[in-house]
């Protein structure tokens, strides 16, 4: 499978954007996507999944309430809602996926997608 992030850009503080996550090779039935991202100087850090399967979620506690993560009908997008943003949610957003059934790390991952706020 391959991964196609989109939607980064320049926002202000409070402001909100949305990330998109395009898979081709095939749907994300059966795989778990997640959202993850890199500030400068960090370690990258897990943002946000949702199962393909049953469609739960999860959130790291720094975006709850803030950040959404969805998929379209098809099954082959997954979004990030990003409302309300910081500062310190700059960084490079990457999604990813693996299988339902894995606890393992994801092995599949997209380019990136810069995201900036200002204050």
């Known amino acids: 499978v391959q991964l196609q992030a989109s939607g980064g850009g320049l926002v202000q503080a409070g402001g909100s954007l949305r990330l998109s996550c395009t898979a081709s090779g095939r749907t994300l039935s059966t795989l778990e996507a997640g959202w993850f991202r890199q500030a400068p100087g960090k370690e990258r ?30 099954r082959t997008t997954v979004y990030l809602q990003m409302n309300n943003v910081k500062p310190e949610d700059t960084g490079v957003y990457y999604c990813a996926v693996r299988s339902v059934w894995s606890t393992n790390e994801y092995p599949h991952w997209g380019q990136g997608t810069l995201v900036t706020v200002s204050s």
Not at 48 to 70: E, H, Q, W
């Open 45 to 74: 850090e897990f943002v946000a999944s949702i199962s393909g399967l049953s469609g739960s979620t999860r959130y790291a506690d720094s975006v709850k309430g803030r950040f959404t993560i969805s998929r379209d009908n098809a």
